[in-house]
C-alpha cells in the first residue's frame, strides 16, 4: 500500500533568487488523508481521557 496518491503528483518547483517558486495544490499537499490518521486521533483523544481520568481519581482518592 503506497502513503502517496499516484495521480496529478508533480516534482516540487525549482526556482531561483530571479525567479521565486511558485506553489501549485500538489506541491503545497501535506499528504493523503485517510483512515489511518483517524485511528490516531482518535487513539490519542480517548487515551488522553483515560490518563486524565485515572489522575483525577488518583489525587481523588488522596484527599
Not at 3 to 31: F, K, M, V, Y
Request: proline residues 10%; positive net charge; without cysteine.
Amino acid at each position: 500500500m503506497t502513503s502517496i496518491e499516484p495521480d496529478h503528483n508533480r516534482p516540487p518547483p525549482h526556482h531561483s533568487d530571479a525567479h521565486p517558486a511558485n506553489l501549485t495544490t500538489d506541491s503545497a499537499r501535506q499528504g493523503p488523508k485517510g483512515k489511518r490518521i483517524l485511528y490516531v486521533l482518535a487513539g490519542t483523544v480517548f487515551g488522553s481521557i483515560i490518563v486524565v481520568g485515572a489522575i483525577f481519581l488518583w489525587f481523588a482518592a488522596k484527599g
